[in-house]
T-cell receptor, first 117, second 113 residues
Framework: GAVVSQHPSRVICKSGTSVKIECRSL??????MFWYRQFPKQSLMLMAT?????????EQGVEKDKFLINHASLTLSTLTVTSAHPEDSSFYIC?????????????FGPGTRLTVT | QKEVEQDPGPLSVPEGAIVSLNCTYS??????FMWYRQYSRKGPELLMY????GNKEDGRFTAQVDKSSKYISLFIRDSQPSDSATYLC?????????????FGQGTRLTINP
């Protein structure tokens, strides 16, 4: 199956700093990437959808100025958490999908655990 | 009311048992129904995908959809310790031309040897 990687797998940062998470599709062109966050023992909540070369579409309640998404190429999307606070600590997961594929053909990365101290 | 309801468990069964996992939903616009397995601190991996009412079987796994009752199930036969994970149901919906997945809360399953 298709492979999606995330980097870093785990990051600890201090409150007020920014952290960038990368999501890469390794063997296919990801025209669409999705960013989710998952709190402990809770479900995945879609944060935003990004299409290559255009601005991301954010879900209601997600601050676009706080969670900056850049999908600059067909294999890379980045999520930057700006001015991080302890409440931003969570598991962030990306997924990627190639144009024209079914919704189930959306491949998930292994996730990035962010801890803000 | 959440769009997708899933009992979070935890659910613990002995090895070899038949496991039944369930989700209910409220949005009639959901088109496709999926089950994902997620191991601790890993991303979800797709187990089953279906779009119509009825049963779909793949090895030890059977996905069942009842659109009239807005209810989906995943059955695991001959459960193995390696099946221990969190199982998430997910449903797709198209909003303003964009397809999105809505996930259930996930059920933590433990298969005891």
């Amino acid at each position: 199956g298709a492979v999606v990687s995330q980097h870093p797998s785990r990051v600890i940062c201090k409150s007020g700093t920014s952290v960038k998470i990368e999501c890469r599709s390794l063997d296919f062109q990801a025209t669409t990437m999705f960013w989710y966050r998952q709190f402990p023992k809770q479900s995945l909540m879609l944060m935003a959808t990004s299409n290559e070369g255009s601005k991301a579409t954010y879900e209601q309640g997600v601050e676009k100025d706080k969670f900056l998404i850049n999908h600059a190429s067909l294999t890379l999307s980045t999520l930057t958490v700006t001015s991080a606070h302890p409440e931003d600590s969570s598991f962030y997961i990306c997924s990627a999908r190639e144009e024209g594929t079914r919704i189930d053909e959306q491949y998930f990365g292994p996730g990035t655990r962010l801890t803000v101290t | 009311q959440k769009e997708v309801e899933q009992d979070p468990g935890p659910l613990s069964v002995p090895e070899g048992a038949i496991v039944s996992l369930n989700c209910t939903y409220s949005n009639s616009a959901f088109q496709y129904f999926m089950w994902y397995r997620q191991y601790s601190r890993k991303g979800p991996e797709l187990l089953m995908y279906t779009y119509s009412s009825g049963n779909k079987e793949d090895g030890r796994f059977t996905a069942q959809v009842d659109k009239s009752s807005k209810y989906i199930s995943l059955f695991i036969r001959d459960s193995q310790p390696s099946d221990s994970a969190t199982y998430l149901c997910a449903m797709s919906v198209t909003i303003q031309g964009a397809q999105k997945l809505v996930f259930g809360q996930g059920t933590r399953l433990t298969i005891n040897p």
